[in-house]
């Protein structure tokens, strides 16, 4: 199993920037792919960036040259750098792994392990 703990989320203004991390514990020699999904009330659960252990990296449309995905494949820590924050990033964010494949998915069924998420809100 691989348990995955988000953090680092609050509130903060339009504008503004929040910093998450995800870090991985148990079997996270093999982990080959992680990405950030979040979740918005009422929505349904949307890729956000992702990134494989060779650290190719994909973004969502309305989040590319806002967001940066990064790992530590050391510390089994994948961050999630978000600036320039709009109200409409205020959702629940998830971190996801998988191992099944080096590239980066951008499904829910691409991952098999997921963490409880942590709460972004953005203020106007």
């Known amino acids: 199993q691989v348990h995955l703990v988000e953090s680092g989320g609050g509130l903060v203004q339009a504008g503004g920037s929040l910093r998450l991390s995800c870090a991985a514990s148990?079997?996270?020699?093999?982990?080959?792919?992680m990405s950030w999904f979040r979740q918005a009330p009422g929505k349904e659960r949307e890729f956000v960036a992702g990134?494989?252990?060779?650290?190719?990296?994909a973004y969502a449309d309305s989040v590319k040259g806002r967001f940066t995905i990064s790992r530590d494949n050391v510390r089994n820590t994948v961050y999630l750098q978000m600036n320039w924050l709009k109200p409409e990033d205020t959702a629940v964010y998830y971190c996801a792994a998988d191992q099944r494949a080096d590239r980066v998915g951008v499904t829910l069924r691409d991952y098999d392990y997921w963490g409880q998420g942590t709460q972004v809100t953005v203020s106007s």
């Open positions: 990134i494989s252990r060779s650290l190719s990296t």
């Open positions: 148990g079997r996270t020699e093999s982990n080959r792919r």
